[in-house]
């Protein structure tokens, strides 16, 4: 059996067995957070995808595919939501920067996450033009409206960016979808469903752990 091979998801079926009232709150915890609510299933399901494109569990990006075709979106949907992930993964690194020239220069600050960093980054001076240009129109086309309004896509871009760890990309995007007209609540929908892919990605991989485990027992 593979290190990520279909079979392994069989091994899914002993996790009630090891921890039962464990795994049911989490079972609990994903049902609620995929119910159609100010987000549809189909808009949850979307961001699920991209999120876990971010967090990189095989198991996740093969469940939540299936699930988001069942859903209702097209192939071309899910490539649009994953680019608008990719965007923001290298979006983060981008804004980054900041961090590195500071160290770099030997600059202290009163923080490491400074409200004027977001207003710096497009100055600074360590990439060449062509390449600052094609960042910046990635950028920009991965947000603009296509298969997927640009609603959508900024509520990805928040979830991802909650997924990734990114102030800047959490502060800028949020902006961003409150001018797209999401409310508070659609956003903690978006913010709760990269929750849920976070935990989901540990709690499928336990079945590589059990896998692991077993094949211990036989050495």
Do not use: W
Request: net charge negative; proline share 2%.
């Amino acid at each position: 059996m593979g290190i990520y091979s279909i079979e392994n998801i069989q091994l899914m079926k002993k996790f009630p067995e090891l921890a039962p009232e464990l795994y049911q709150s989490y079972i609990a915890f994903s049902k609620a957070v995929l119910n159609e609510g100010h987000l549809s299933r189909k808009e949850k399901e979307i961001i699920a995808v991209a999120v876990s494109h971010v967090t990189e569990c095989p198991y996740c990006i093969d469940f939540h595919t299936k699930k988001a075709k069942k859903a209702g979106a097209s192939l071309e949907e899910l490539f649009e939501a994953v680019m608008a992930a990719a965007a923001i993964e290298a979006g983060g690194a981008y804004a980054h920067r900041t961090q590195m020239h500071r160290a770099y220069d030997g600059k202290l600050a009163e923080s490491f996450y400074s409200r004027d960093d977001l207003e710096n980054i497009n100055t600074l001076t360590d990439l060449s033009p062509e390449i600052q240009q094609t960042a910046m129109a990635f950028f920009s086309k991965a947000s603009k409206e296509g298969k997927l309004t640009a609603k959508l896509k900024q509520l990805i871009s928040v979830a991802v960016a909650h997924t990734s760890e990114c102030p800047y990309c959490i502060a800028s995007h949020t902006a961003e979808a409150k001018k797209e007209g999401c409310s508070k609540e659609e956003l903690a929908e978006a913010v709760m469903t990269a929750a849920l892919l976070r935990s989901g990605g540990a709690v499928t991989h336990a079945v590589n752990m059990l896998q692991s485990y077993e094949q211990g027992s036989e050495e």
